[in-house]
Structure formats: C-alpha cells, structure tokens
C-alpha cells in the first residue's frame, strides 16, 4: 500500500524554534514536560532565564522536532494556556 504524499509530508520530522514566556503562576505546572509526553514531541531547551528563587516569569527558547501535526497542536496547547509564544525568532540578544 502507497502512502499518499500528504500523508509522507504531515510524519515527516520537522524542527521548529519558538521563544516562551511561562508566567509565575505556571511554575508548578509542567508546561514544558507535557509537549513531551501528550505530544509525542523532541524538546531541546536551549536557553532560559529564571528569577533568583523562581520569583518571576520563565523565559525559554526551546527547538520543537516532531511532526508538523504535532508541533501545531502543541502550539495550540500553548496558546490555551494564555502563554506568551514568539514563533522562528533566535535566541541572540538576551
């Protein structure tokens, strides 16, 4: 059985960059851990900033990889949670 070519595309592994502001009130939840395990995705965290003690927002860039499906549904996720998301932007001037 041939898959078709949208279906090949939508599995195929892609990487995508995003900047995420987690708010104070989030620091208990584990935000970061569930696009991992309910969306089936890689997460590299490649730079972050945390007040002393934990006392203000998180800001993380992470890289994405999974299929574009999930990566757009973890998006979702993220913009449920009100959180601030920055798409594509790099980590330079923090």
Do not use: C
Not at 34 to 62: E, M, P
Not at 84 to 92: A, F, L, P, T
Request: glycine letters at 6%; aromatic letters at 8%.
């Amino acid at each position: 059985m041939q898959l078709s070519t949208k279906t090949r595309i939508d599995e195929r592994t892609t990487e995508q960059r995003i900047r995420l502001r987690i708010p104070k009130h989030y620091h208990q939840e584990p935000v970061i851990s569930h696009l991992v395990s309910q969306y089936d995705l890689t997460v590299n965290i490649v730079a972050a900033i945390l007040g002393a003690n934990a006392n203000g927002d998180g800001w993380f860039d992470l890289d994405l990889k999974g299929n574009q499906a999930n990566i757009e549904a973890a998006l979702s996720y993220l913009d449920e949670l009100d959180l601030e998301v920055w798409q594509g932007e790099e980590s330079d001037g923090w």
